[in-house]
Every structure is written in C-alpha cells, then in structure tokens.
C-alpha cells in the first residue's frame, strides 16, 4: 500500500502517460476508420439496392 500510496503523490507514471496516449490515438485511428467504412458500406449498399430493383424485372423466377 505504501507504494501505490508514494506512486500516487509522486505524480504520474511517464510510462503510463505515453501508453494512454497511444491508446487515445489508436482509438481515433479506429473511429476514423470506422467512420469510412459505414460510409462505403452506405454506398455499396446503395448500389446494390438500385441494381436489384433495376434488374428484379430481367431476372427468371426461381426455380421452386
């Protein structure tokens, strides 16, 4: 107890500064991404949508 007691009024661990920003710009790097993947998706999905309506009409029934 006495050394987190001494960590803690000793300041903040350098060490652990460093890691927490790497982790806070891992996490923006993986919103960014997130965030460009939605949006292709939204256009692919976009896509897709007006090709199946589109074609619907073209295609043969299933065979059942």
Do not use: C, F
């Not at 300041?11 to 927490?20: A, F, K, L, T, W």
């Not at 806070?24 to 460009?36: F, I, N, P, T, Y």
């Amino acid at each position: 107890m006495a050394k987190a007691i001494l960590g803690h009024v000793g300041g903040p661990d350098p060490r652990m500064i460093s890691e927490m920003r790497r982790l806070q710009r891992r996490v923006r790097d993986l919103e960014a991404e997130l965030a460009r993947l939605h949006e292709e998706n939204d256009l692919l999905s976009a896509g897709v949508g007006h090709e199946i309506l589109v074609a619907g009409h073209e295609r043969e029934p299933a065979l059942t």
